[in-house]
């Protein structure tokens, strides 16, 4: 089954204390995503990666770090957290077909709370 | 740079139609539109490119205006299982960044 995976779910953390959130896709793509989405302002990207060793930034990369050392995997690091870190975390991958994006495949998410 | 998507909620009765705005001031390359139950991943409706073509899915369709660098999806006889926050998500081409902008969502319920 084509899926994208988190893990962990849920977590409550407190802050400053270093954390990943795992993302894996078993469709071969080649973009992946995280977002972080809060009440009333969207789904906004935090960092992207074009294919392996390849990333940049989003649009609110402050506080998080990402790597992609193989094409399935792009975990998201939190160095340490702080509380305006709580959110909703969502990782997604696709194609893309002469440069446009097809369908963004999102993962459960991640429920994120740092006291 | 975020579209801005109108209405930002709509209550309709089963059966009634809906319409759903997406705007960008940018210039748009695609436009894709996403479903998203409470507590769940978004789920992928349809990617429009520009060309003006309209698109539909059972009775979800969506129009892309690239001069006006809008788009609309449109929900036709609503059914209850198309509650859910509708979010657009832009593409541009002004820069070399590959990312899609969303929009804030909008918010639809749709009662018996």
């Known amino acids: 089954e084509a899926q994208v995976t988190q893990n962990p779910r849920y977590l409550i953390t407190v802050t400053g204390k270093k954390l990943t959130v795992t993302c894996s896709q078993n469709?071969?793509?080649?973009?992946m995503s995280w977002y972080r989405q809060d009440p009333g302002l969207g789904l906004r990207q935090i960092y992207y990666?074009?294919?392996?060793?390849?990333?940049d930034k989003g649009d609110v990369p402050e506080g998080y770090k990402v790597s992609r050392k193989e094409k399935r995997n792009f975990p998201l690091i939190l160095e340490s957290p702080s509380p305006n870190q709580t959110s909703l975390y969502f990782c997604a991958s696709s194609t893309l077909l002469a440069g446009v994006f097809n369908e963004q495949f999102f993962g459960p998410g991640t429920r994120l709370t740092v006291l | 740079q975020q579209p801005v998507q109108s209405p930002q909620a709509v209550i309709l009765r089963e059966g009634e139609d809906a319409v759903i705005n997406c705007s960008s001031s940018k210039a748009l390359y695609s436009v894709h539109w996403y479903r998203q139950k409470h507590g769940e991943a978004p789920v992928f409706l349809m990617i429009l490119l520009k060309g003006g073509e309209q698109k539909g899915h059972d009775k979800i369709s969506a129009s892309f205006n690239e001069k006006k660098q809008q788009s609309s999806l449109y929900l036709t006889a609503s059914q209850l299982s198309y509650s859910g926050t509708y979010f657009c998500g832009t593409e541009g081409r002004m820069d070399s960044n590959y990312q899609l902008i969303w929009g804030a969502g909008t918010k639809l319920i749709i009662k018996p």
């Open positions: 469709m071969n793509h080649e973009y």
């Open positions: 990666s074009m294919n392996v060793e390849v990333t």
